[in-house]
């Protein structure tokens, strides 16, 4: 099992920025593909942004590509998006994902943290 808990979400005028943190316990961190994945209400869970174990190989959402960064800590066992010019549209609930396979869809991910409010005020 993998436990994962997001944090650094909150209110932000549009423009602005704020890092989401997912902190990992459980089984080996290393071992994981990351991701994180939106939903905005009213509407379906989106993929935002994946990181393979060795960070060398990472996704994103086309609209988030030059504003979002995924990192990950494999030492903190922590992954990290850091999303700057923050748009309105970008409000929704952030959640991150662990799993074995790399890729974009939800389906693949076996662990799923309880997810964070993002809010983007216009």
């Known amino acids: 099992q993998v436990q994962l808990v997001e944090s650094g979400g909150g209110l932000v005028q549009a423009g602005g920025s704020l890092r989401l943190s997912c902190a990992a316990s459980g089984r080996t961190f290393r071992n994981y593909a990351m991701a994180w994945f939106r939903q905005a209400p009213g509407k379906e869970r989106e993929f935002v942004a994946a990181?393979?174990?060795?960070?060398?190989?990472?996704y994103y959402k086309d609209s988030v590509k030059g504003r979002f960064t995924i990192s990950r800590d494999n030492a903190k066992n922590t992954v990290y998006l850091q999303m700057n010019s923050l748009q309105a549209e970008d409000t929704a609930v952030y959640h991150c994902?662990?799993?074995?396979?790399?890729?974009?869809?939800?389906?693949?991910?076996?662990?799923w943290g309880q997810g964070i409010q993002v809010t983007v005020s216009s």
């Open positions: 990181i393979n174990w060795s960070r060398d190989s990472i």
């Open positions: 994902a662990a799993g074995v396979v790399f890729g974009t869809y939800p389906e693949i991910y076996a662990y």
